[in-house]
């Protein structure tokens, strides 16, 4: 098994019915889940300063890190979830 974080973006004010299908999501990846979380108060450091990330519909807003077979097996579990906008997907590497 590989590690795969998943990137959650978009943000809207979550109705009831939004906030139970994120429970039934978190709940059918229970298994699979290394650790999840949230963002809040986010800057971007540049070369030219640092600037306030809104919290908005393109905000990255959580993430999820994951154990899937492959690429693909993270991709079909991102699809089930009820993100906002998008999630991205990338294979957690080790450095050694």
Known sequence: MARY???HCGFEPPTPEMMQAWERWFESVA???VQHGGF???VEVSHDG????PFGPGSMTGYSII?????DEAQ???RENP????IR???IREHE
């Open 5 to 7: 974080m998943l990137l």
């Open 31 to 33: 298994d699979r889940t």
């Open 40 to 42: 809040a108060g986010g």
């Open 50 to 53: 640092t600037t306030p990330l």
């Open 67 to 71: 154990n899937a077979a492959n690429l």
């Open 76 to 78: 079909s579990i991102a």
């Open 83 to 86: 993100f906002v906008d998008a």
């Open 89 to 91: 997907v990338y294979e």
